[in-house]
């Protein structure tokens, strides 16, 4: 275990805050389940929001991104995602180079929301991830939480959306781990092709189970890859 997972954990279990890993492939239904997380009380910490307040005007990652990406300038004094999109997706190397900016930052405020509802005494809270298992970031949560829906319909939500093609969703699907990857390393799946209720029953009993603590009887049957819990 590196140093900084051995810091996360030894924080984590000083101050007893339980960490719910939330991620799963685009369009899967991640934003969704996260709110239900909100409205059953649980803090969600997002990462992608964090990477967009990042590359907002006079934030923290513009300066180096326009070191690095010089055309990617907005009007605004931001930057231009679809832009940068471009430069990266498809480039591994530039993709590679935009990641080693923005994920450290991202780490960063990661660590300060678990800080703030670690003094607030919150039991459990949740980290909504899309590349939870990508960056390692299971090592650093005490249970993750996979949504799910059908290929099909994952597919005709995606390709949905403005400007979405499906060589796009291609593309982005080839650059995340596999269904059958995150699938056999969740602790629990959350299906969201099936409506909202099953999502959320599902949802609330990992929350409930680990509210109760580490000696809660299902944890078995919530664990498919046995992880030591906090
Ligand atoms: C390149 C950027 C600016 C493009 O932004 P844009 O709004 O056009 O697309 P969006 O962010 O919605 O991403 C589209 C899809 O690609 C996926 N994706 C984004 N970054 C990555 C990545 N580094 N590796 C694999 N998939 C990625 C997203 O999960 C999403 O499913 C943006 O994706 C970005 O900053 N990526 C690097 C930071 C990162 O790794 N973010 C992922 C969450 S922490
Ligand atoms: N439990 C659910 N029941 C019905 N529809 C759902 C459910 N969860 C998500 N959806 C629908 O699926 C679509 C994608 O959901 P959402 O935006 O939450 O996915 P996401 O994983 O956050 O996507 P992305 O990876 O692109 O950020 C939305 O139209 C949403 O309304």
Avoid: Y
Avoid at 76 to 86: E, P, V, Y
Avoid at 190 to 205: E, M
């Amino acid at each position: 275990m590196s140093r900084a997972a051995l810091l996360d954990r030894l924080a984590r279990r000083s101050r007893r805050v339980r960490v719910l890993g939330l991620t799963g492939s685009i369009g899967m239904g991640k934003t969704t389940t996260a709110a239900m997380a909100r409205r059953l009380g649980c803090p969600v910490h997002n990462a992608d929001a964090v990477v967009h307040a990042l590359m907002r005007p006079g934030g923290p990652a513009v300066r180096p991104i326009l070191a690095a990406f010089p055309t990617v300038a907005d009007a605004t004094g931001g930057i231009d995602r679809k832009a940068l999109g471009r430069l990266v997706f498809g480039n591994p190397s530039q993709l590679r180079r935009l990641e080693s900016i923005v994920h450290p930052l991202v780490r960063a405020a990661e660590r300060a929301f678990l800080a703030r509802q670690a003094r607030a005494r919150r039991p459990v809270v949740v980290l909504d991830i899309p590349l939870l298992f990508e960056t390692k970031g299971e090592t650093r949560c005490d249970r993750v939480a996979v949504v799910w829906a059908p290929e099909v319909l994952r597919t005709l939500r995606v390709l949905a959306r403005p400007g979405m093609t499906a060589s796009t969703l291609a593309h982005v699907r080839s650059l995340q781990t596999t269904e059958a990857f995150k699938r056999a390393n969740a602790d629990a799946l959350i299906p969201t092709g099936l409506g909202h209720r099953p999502a959320w029953v599902a949802l609330r009993r990992v929350l409930q189970h680990m509210r109760q603590g580490p000696a809660c009887p299902s944890r078995r049957r919530l664990t498919r890859t046995v992880r030591p819990h906090a």
